[in-house]
C-alpha cells in the first residue's frame, strides 16, 4: 500500500460486535508515532509545518503513520453521526439517592448536600502540628462558625503563601492573575456575615480558585496566552463564577492553564510552568494545571477547571486530587471560552469527593445548558445512608486496564480488590472495542472545533504571539477536514452504544485514569514548550470515558503519601 493510497478499515454494525470478555476484538495500543522535541527542534518543525507545501505534505504523513487515514478518514462506517453526547433520559428509582428540586436556589442545593453527607465530629486542627494538612471546606465553615478563625485572616495568609511560593527558589506559577485587593474586599465582606450570623452556605469564605479559561471578573480571560484578553474582553463572570459568589465562595484569582488548553502538561512559555506540588521538578498535567496544583499544594480545598480532553482529570491524576467532570450540559457553559463545543465541560478539582460534590452542588443546574441536551433530575447520593452506594457491579476491560506502568497497575488493582473486599462490589470482565480508534476520532473532533473556533481570532494574529508548542499544535488541528469530523462523530454513535450496552448490566467503568506518572520538566521546554506525544498518549490513553473518583473507600480523610496518590487509588467511569 502506498503513502497516498490509504485502505481505511471496514468496520462491522456496532449491534454485530462482540462485548463479552472472550470476544475476538483486538486491542490496538496508542499507536503514537512522534519523536519529544523541545527548545529549537521546535522551533524548526514549527517553521516547517507553517510552510505552504512542505508542512501540508509533512502533516499528511504524520496523520498517515498515526492511522488517522486508515482508522478514521477514509474508514466506512455504517452509523450516522452523532454531534451532541446526550443519552436517553433514564429516570431510575433509587433510595440511596435524593431528588433535587428544581425551584431551589444555589444556596439551597449546596444545604442539600451537605445534609447528604455522614455527620463527622468537628476535627481540631493544630497549627504547631508539623504534619500537612489540607482543610476541606467543612473544615473552614467550622472554623468560622467557632470563630477559630476568619475569612479575613485566611486571605491574608493566602496571599502570602501565594506571593511566596511565586517567587525563587519554588517559581510555582499558579497564578496567572490575582487581586489582593479584591480577594481582601470579598474576605472583609464575608467575615462581616459570619459576625452577623448569617453566612450565605458552607462555601461563605471558602477560598476557590478558577481556571484563566472561565470569565471571572475583575480579571481578562486569556486562556493562557498573551493576546486572547485583548481580542475578547471579558465583559462578566461565566454562570458557574455567579454560582459560587452567590454561595459566598472567596474567589481568588485565574489559575495558570497550558496554552489554549492543547497540551497535557502544564508547560506555559507566557505564564511560566506550574510545577507539581509533591515534587517541583515535574509536571502537574494539563491542561487545568494551575487549578490542580493550588489545590494539592493546599492554597484551595478546590478549583474550578475545564475539561475537553481530560483537561481536569490529568493534572487531578497526576497532583492526588480528585478531578470530576460532570455529565455534559449539567454545568452552565456561558461566559466560558468555547473551544470545543461538543467535548468540553466545566469541571471540579478538590482535595476530597466531598468537597467535589459540595462544588458541583453549587454550580450544577438543573436546565440543560446546551440546546437539544435532555437532563435527567438533578439527584444527589445520600452518602449518610447505613450502606451508602451498596451493590455496586465494576466493569473492567483487562487490556485495557493493564496497559499502563506497573507501578499504576499494582496500585489500582489493589484498589479493585480492597472495593470488592471491604464493600462487596462486584467485578464482570467485559472488552470495550476500538479504544484506539475512539481516541484518534476524539482527538478529531477536539482539534477540529478548537481550530474552527479559534479561526477569526488568528486570522488577526502575528503567529509570533503564540508559543511554539501552540503553533505546532494548531498546524495539526487545521488539517483535519469536515470528512474527518463527520467520520469521528460516526466512531462517536459507536462508542456511545457500547457503552449503553455495558452500562447496562454494571454500574461503573474502572480504569487508571493516566496511564503514566509526572514526568520531569526539562528547563529547554520552558520557552518554548515541548511536543512530547509519547507521553501525551500515555496520559491520554483513556481520558475519553474517564471521570476519577479519588479514595472511594475513605473519601473524606486528608490524602494519601504521594507513593499511592499520584497513580490514584480507584478510578470509576461514568459515561
Not at 143 to 172: C, D, G, I, Q, W
Request: glycine letters at 6%; proline letters at 6%.
Amino acid at each position: 500500500m502506498g503513502l497516498f493510497n490509504s485502505c481505511g478499515v471496514v468496520y462491522k454494525p456496532a449491534k454485530d460486535v462482540d462485548l463479552s470478555p472472550t470476544s475476538s476484538e483486538f486491542y490496538l495500543k496508542a499507536n503514537v508515532k512522534a519523536p519529544r522535541m523541545i527548545g529549537v527542534v521546535v522551533k524548526i518543525f514549527a517553521w516547517v509545518l507553517e510552510m505552504r507545501i512542505l508542512g501540508k505534505l509533512l502533516l499528511y504523513v504524520l496523520k498517515a503513520n498515526n492511522l488517522i487515514y486508515k482508522l478514521i478518514g477514509d474508514a466506512e462506517i455504517e452509523e450516522s453521526p452523532v454531534f451532541c453526547p446526550s443519552h436517553p433520559v433514564e429516570e431510575k428509582e433509587s433510595e440511596e439517592v435524593k431528588h433535587i428540586d428544581f425551584d431551589l436556589s444555589e444556596t439551597e442545593q449546596v444545604q442539600e448536600a451537605v445534609s447528604c453527607l455522614p455527620t463527622w465530629s468537628e476535627r481540631e486542627v493544630n497549627c504547631l502540628n508539623p504534619s500537612f494538612h489540607r482543610w476541606t471546606i467543612m473544615d473552614y465553615a467550622r472554623a468560622y462558625h467557632s470563630k477559630k478563625t476568619t475569612p479575613l485572616t485566611v486571605a491574608e495568609r493566602f496571599v502570602a503563601a501565594v506571593s511566596e511560593s511565586s517567587k525563587p527558589p519554588f517559581n510555582m506559577s499558579f497564578f496567572i492573575n490575582y487581586d489582593v485587593e479584591d480577594i481582601m474586599k470579598q474576605a472583609a465582606e464575608s467575615t462581616k456575615r459570619y459576625e452577623l450570623g448569617r453566612p450565605l452556605s458552607v462555601l461563605d469564605g471558602v477560598p476557590i480558585a478558577v481556571k484563566d479559561e472561565i470569565d471571572c471578573l475583575p480579571y481578562p480571560t486569556t486562556g493562557g496566552t498573551s493576546w486572547l484578553h485583548k481580542l475578547r474582553p471579558c465583559t462578566g463572570d461565566a454562570s458557574c463564577v455567579k454560582y459560587l459568589r452567590l454561595c459566598g465562595a472567596l474567589i481568588v484569582g485565574k489559575t495558570n492553564m497550558h496554552e489554549l488548553g492543547i497540551g497535557t502538561s502544564g508547560i506555559n512559555p507566557h505564564h511560566g510552568s506550574t510545577r507539581n506540588p509533591y515534587n517541583s521538578s515535574r509536571i502537574c498535567g494539563g491542561s487545568s494545571s494551575g487549578s490542580a496544583a493550588v489545590v494539592a499544594a493546599g492554597l484551595c480545598p478546590a478549583a474550578l477547571g475545564v475539561d475537553g480532553g481530560g483537561s481536569v482529570r490529568i493534572p487531578a491524576s497526576l497532583c492526588g486530587v480528585v478531578g470530576l467532570k460532570p455529565t455534559f450540559g449539567r454545568v452552565p457553559h456561558s461566559g466560558v471560552l468555547p473551544l470545543n463545543w461538543t467535548v468540553g465541560m466545566v469541571g471540579i478539582l478538590a482535595g476530597t469527593i466531598e468537597d467535589a460534590f459540595i462544588v458541583y452542588a453549587a454550580i450544577s443546574s438543573k436546565l440543560p445548558s446546551h440546546q437539544n441536551t435532555a437532563l435527567p433530575k438533578l439527584c444527589f447520593p445520600l452518602l449518610n445512608s447505613s450502606r451508602p452506594i451498596s451493590s455496586i457491579t465494576l466493569a473492567k476491560y483487562g487490556e485495557w486496564f493493564n496497559d499502563c506502568s506497573d507501578d499504576i497497575r499494582v496500585c489500582c488493582s489493589n484498589a479493585l480488590d480492597k472495593l470488592q473486599k471491604h464493600h462487596g462490589w462486584k467485578s464482570v470482565e467485559v472488552t470495550i472495542p476500538e479504544i484506539e480508534v475512539m481516541r484518534l476520532a476524539h482527538y478529531s473532533t477536539i482539534a477540529s472545533e478548537c481550530s474552527t473556533s479559534l479561526s477569526s481570532y488568528l486570522e488577526k494574529l502575528d503567529s509570533s504571539q503564540l508559543g511554539w508548542d501552540a503553533r505546532v499544535a494548531l498546524a495539526v488541528y487545521g488539517s483535519f477536514s469536515s470528512k474527518e469530523y463527520i467520520k469521528a462523530q460516526k466512531i462517536r454513535n459507536r462508542q456511545m452504544y457500547f457503552h449503553r450496552k455495558i452500562l447496562a448490566h454494571a454500574d461503573v467503568i474502572v480504569s487508571p485514569t493516566t496511564g503514566v506518572t509526572a514526568y520531569p520538566i526539562l528547563n529547554a521546554a520552558l520557552k518554548t514548550g515541548e511536543l512530547d506525544y509519547i507521553n501525551g498518549g500515555g496520559l491520554s490513553a483513556r481520558w475519553h470515558i474517564c471521570r476519577v473518583f479519588k479514595e472511594i473507600l475513605e473519601p473524606f480523610y486528608p490524602l494519601p503519601e504521594m507513593a499511592r496518590s499520584v497513580s490514584m487509588d480507584a478510578f470509576l467511569t461514568e459515561l
